[in-house]
């Protein structure tokens, strides 16, 4: 897979996405992350991508055909159009079942405005969805762009050790995760649950599943409601002395 952030800061960009698991999965070619500097297509000697908006107000808005020039500088006349998303606070809100549906496309392309944001026509033009982190406003796109490009190349195959690695994670299933515990087995008087340390790998299981059901009912009801469970968790619980 191949990612591309169109920026104004591409070594901020570049700096992250060259660390840590999404570094190395780029080392060993799992994918292709390419950062690209909207200002190299301005088309003028100060490399000037911003003007006042139309119509007044505070800011600066960014123009148009430097963010077109640049997308179509990734791409030749008869190749396939690399899917475009626009980092806004206007898009859909980025979710783990988003980060598993763009993982399965071989080209994505994210836009990073700043300022006041970029000119509608060029949204209009070349643009196939808008995705926001949430519902707050940031100095620019870099930001959620990392966090796309993170979560997505999280599901990619060989990144990480295991598919367990990700499938067993809050959001991916539609429930929380279950709490983690690692030596010493006992800190400050506090002890890791019992089950935990029995080696019954089915009774540890169960006991992972309640906890992330419960978690999820008690942090994110939004996410689940006892109704929505189905009839093997229900049962898993009312076998425990579990009551919702």
């Not at 762009?145 to 195959?157: F, G, Q």
């Not at 709490?179 to 019954?200: C, D, F, H, I, M």
């Not at 906890?211 to 999820?216: D, P």
Request: hydrophobic share 35%; glycine share 8%.
């Amino acid at each position: 897979m191949r990612i591309d952030i169109l920026t104004l800061f591409p070594e901020m960009c570049g700096q992250v996405m060259n660390e840590s698991i999404i570094g190395r999965a780029q080392k060993s070619g799992k994918v292709e992350i390419v950062c690209t500097n909207i200002r190299d297509f301005s088309g003028n000697k100060h490399n000037k991508v911003d003007d006042t908006p139309y119509g007044g107000g505070m800011g600066m808005v960014m123009a148009a055909e430097p963010i077109y020039n640049c997308y179509k500088s990734l791409y030749n006349e008869g190749e396939e159009k690399p899917y475009l998303i626009y980092m806004s606070p206007k898009g859909e809100t980025f979710t783990q079942k988003k980060a598993v549906e763009l993982s399965k496309k071989d080209r994505i392309v994210l836009l990073c405005g700043h300022y006041e944001g970029i000119d509608q026509r060029v949204i209009d033009e070349i643009v196939d969805e808008e995705l926001s982190l949430g519902d707050y406003v940031l100095t620019g796109g870099e930001l959620p762009a990392l966090t796309v490009a993170d979560a997505v190349c999280r599901m990619l195959p060989g990144v990480l050790s295991d598919n367990l690695c990700f499938e067993e994670e809050s959001h991916f299933s539609g429930l929380l995760e279950y709490p983690q515990y690692t030596k010493p087995a006992v800190w400050r008087e506090r002890e890791v649950p019992e089950v935990l340390l029995s080696g019954n790998h089915a009774k540890i299981a169960d006991w992972r599943k309640i906890q992330s059901i419960l978690l999820t009912i008690d942090k994110r009801p939004d996410m689940l409601t006892p109704e929505m469970l189905c009839e093997k968790d229900k049962k898993l619980l009312k076998k425990n002395g579990i009551e919702l």
